[in-house]
């Protein structure tokens, strides 16, 4: 059996909660197209960064065609030679391919130097997604010299966390909360909660599903 927070995961941009400035602007790129292009999502834990970055890779590729890696140990070389020969290569009903990197901020000098000139070569079918955490991005902006301009080539996507956010999120696992057979609790707790959990949704419907609320 999944996790609550995989069970629940937005499977539709409508279904994002506490995000609607993003999203609105991925609905304005959409006019133009979400091929040839790369993002850089960036925000605090549990916010939406995967969930937004595999909205955006089935905008334009089907489910065996995206491909997920964080950017540590299994970023390899050899990764990512074959994405540089594959991502020419059209895949599947939707015809597109998506390379999701997740931990961004854990980019190497050398995977950094090739993605400079990768990004500016993108095919239309393809789309990139990067996702780090906002204290994760300092680091690396502070530490690799070519970061700048890996960014200046990516669609910045910044993930708020406020009050707003607080209270989707609030909202959002209780229903959850509801639809399990879980609740019980008054909407102030779910508040508490989400304060607690400093907006971090995968962390709540954790606590939720053991009963720690």
Not at 35 to 43: K, L, S, T, V
Not at 47 to 57: D, E, F, V
Not at 184 to 201: D, F, R
């Amino acid at each position: 059996m999944n996790a609550l927070y995989e069970t629940y995961r937005p499977k539709r941009w409508a279904d994002v909660k506490g995000q609607m400035a993003v999203v609105n602007q991925i609905r304005q790129l959409k006019k133009k197209g979400i091929g040839g292009r790369a993002f850089w999502i960036c925000g605090h834990s549990g916010t939406g960064k995967t969930t937004i970055g595999r909205l955006l890779a089935a905008e334009i590729a089907d489910d065996w065609f995206v491909e997920e890696y964080d950017s540590g140990e299994a970023f390899t070389l050899e990764v990512f030679e074959n994405i540089e020969r594959n991502m020419h290569l059209y895949g599947g009903g939707k015809g597109g391919r998506a390379y999701i990197i997740n931990e961004a901020h854990g980019l190497r000098v050398w995977m950094i130097r090739r993605l400079l000139g990768l990004l500016e070569r993108l095919p239309n079918h393809v789309v990139f997604v990067f996702t780090t955490t906002k204290a994760g991005q300092t680091g690396l902006f502070e530490q690799q010299l070519d970061a700048g301009p890996l960014l200046s080539r990516c669609v910045y996507l910044s993930l708020a966390n406020n009050s707003h956010v607080t209270r989707a999120f609030a909202r959002r696992a209780r229903e959850i909360a509801k639809a399990e057979g879980l609740d019980g609790q008054s909407m102030q707790a779910y508040l508490h909660l989400a304060a607690e959990c400093k907006n971090n949704m995968r962390q709540m419907l954790q606590k939720i599903e053991v009963g720690n609320i």
